[in-house]
């Protein structure tokens, strides 16, 4: 047996009411994310295991761990994809370093907004994506979401795209990201999330950049002075499952999977709108400074050179299939 492999418990459910005994086998899997629990990706992990235990009658438990308490988001999905853990809910960030087809959704100023990226993530391009991670050792369950990026700092107000020069910025271990925030001029610091907060309290790096949910989740207030709603990136989220885990399961239970995930995905997605309805007046009253108008255009020109080395390498025709999709 695998030290961290699945665990079968021979249950006798009835014997605490005092009936005779009916033995099941329960299976119990393990799933995490790096952010804390009260947060969209929470939601997320939570309501997948919910359904998933509702679904399969209380034979397959999910317990969740938080908070990267099992690691950051690429050592998870090193796990997911050994089998030592069977779930993970991650953003897409180290994602390109096991998938790189799906690198092509961490450029910046892709999506118009949340509603087109949600609408490419769930039609045809979304799904050709999610059969990329099988070959990979990987079930893709769906794709949920992270949210939209913004950058928050230490140093100064970031009102044109010349302010970001010379910050030194953390980044995720994203190689299409540390590209991209490169053609700002940003120091970039490629760094699993849960060492960020430490960082940004000893100074190590200026600033970070992640949607509001994950702002607050992480009380990154606590640590950076100034935000600018750049909108930068799109960051999109997935539940991924071990896929000889998910082979092994019956073809009623592997559907119990998928349509919890998608129930999740749905749950996760409200909490980003929640919090995105709420990020800014709640990071003001614990004494942010915010700035919400940018010149997007701006930010955008400054990356042209970024854009173009990006249709050379994913090809013009993919990312324009993803920029007109309506
Ligand atoms: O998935 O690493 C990051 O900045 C991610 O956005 C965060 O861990 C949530």
New binding site residues.
Partial sequence: MKRFGRMTLALAGALTLGFASTTYAQTVMRSS???AQN?H?GVGVDVLAQEVEKRTNGRIIIKNFYS?SLG??RESIESVQLGTQELT???T??IPNFVPAVRILDIPFLFRDKAHARAVLDGPIGDALLKEFESKGFKALAWSE??V?HMTNSKRPVNVPDDLKGLKM????NPVHVAAYKGFGIITTP????E?FTALQQGVVDG????L??IM??KFEQVQKFMTLTAHVY?P?IFLMNKATFDKLSAADKQAFIDAAKIAAKAQRARVDQDDANGVAYLRSKGMNVIENVDKAAFVARLAPVFAQFEKDFGKDKIEAIRNYK
């Fill in positions: 994310i790096s952010v947060s990706q990267g950051g988001e809910g991650t953003s960030g180290p992270n949210g990026r953390r980044t995720m271990e760094m699993a999330f849960p960020v970070q950049e992640n949607p949910s994950v989740a992480a960051s989220a």
